[in-house]
């Protein structure tokens, strides 16, 4: 009797590994719009090249990568890669493990993407630039996890310093 | 022990199941073009693509997608998730003057997603995208 529900308990398994629901995928969730307003500001101008190139400059002062741009979609996307973790959380990693037992493990390096999309705002004089930061962040025992940065302040530096960029790229500088 | 053999058999006959040889992947596919097309595609009233296009890159951002890859002439758009950690090409073509087809191709952990229901999520989105291009919220 045991083994016969050993036997579907397995067989239960190995059937859902093969047939994953995809049922709740690409549904748009409650914050989407909020998540939206976040990524987003209005910069007044008719050039969409400039703001692009305004926009270029500063992922450049970011350290980024470019890996894709297309004008006609007005879409940039970038990469770095970059140290992860901090001192803390490494030496608390080694004192948890010491105390616990297991090995210790921290981060030690990350790939921050991001995705940046003008787009002709409908109601102003002007585009609309959202953007989009995620990383990959790889621990010491040679596994990861993705996050998306939703943090406000990210944001709210980015755009400063893109409006600072759009002087200066007009400026020529 | 006759038990435990008839185990031992189901299990790996469930194994062989879900693991299909290297080469059968290349092509692999076990469903109709005409059924995957069907359920992977819509059709939008207009011939606005880059309107479309637009549509899909802001719908994909709503859903936390980082776009990897766009060509507006060919009319590809790529991006991987970083919410659900799949993948999503989309391609936008049109057929007439007036109409436009929106096709989208999802992964996940190395799988084609076969579930009609994802691509009919991704589309609602997509349609809530469209409307909202056209009625900017700001």
């Not at chain 1, 080694?94 to 616990?100: C, D, E, P, R, T």
């Not at chain 2, 109709?32 to 479309?52: A, G, H, I, P, W």
């Amino acid at each position: 009797m045991r083994k016969t529900y050993l036997f579907i308990l397995i067989t239960t398994i190995f059937l859902n590994a093969c047939t994953m629901s995809y049922g709740n995928f690409y549904k748009l969730d409650s914050q989407y719009l909020e998540r939206r307003q976040l990524e987003t500001k209005f910069f007044e101008t008719n050039d969409e090249l400039k703001m692009l190139d305004a926009s270029i400059q500063v992922l450049q002062d970011l350290g980024y990568n470019i890996s894709e741009s297309n004008t006609n979609l007005g879409i940039i996307t970038g990469t770095k890669d970059r140290e992860a973790g901090n001192i803390g959380q490494k030496v608390g990693a080694i004192f948890g493990a010491a105390l616990f037992g297991g090995t210790p493990v921290y981060d030690i390096s990350q790939t921050i993407f991001v995705t940046l999309v003008s787009s002709k705002s409908n109601t102003k004089n002007g585009y609309n630039i959202r953007v989009e930061f995620a990383t990959i962040i790889y621990n010491n025992v040679g596994s990861y996890r993705v996050e998306r940065r939703l943090e406000p302040e990210i944001y709210k530096e980015f755009f400063e310093k893109l409006s600072q960029s759009v002087f200066l790229t007009a400026n020529d500088i | 022990m006759n038990k435990t053999i008839i185990f031992m058999i189901s299990t790996i006959i469930f194994l062989t199941g879900c693991f299909a040889s290297n080469s059968a992947h290349v092509i692999g596919s076990n469903q109709s073009q005409v059924e995957m097309r069907n359920y992977q595609s819509r059709k939008f009233d207009t011939n606005d693509k880059k309107l479309v296009m637009r549509a899909v890159v802001s719908t994909m951002q709503d859903l936390g997608f980082i776009i990897n890859q766009a060509d507006y002439n060919i009319g590809t758009v790529s991006g991987s998730s970083f919410t659900n950690m799949s993948t999503l090409t989309i391609t936008v073509r049109d057929i007439n003057s007036k109409q436009l087809i929106v096709r989208a191709i999802a992964q996940h952990n190395r799988n084609l997603i076969q579930d009609p229901k994802a691509y009919s999520n991704f589309f609602e989105s997509l349609s809530k995208s469209l409307f909202l291009e056209a009625h900017e919220i700001e």
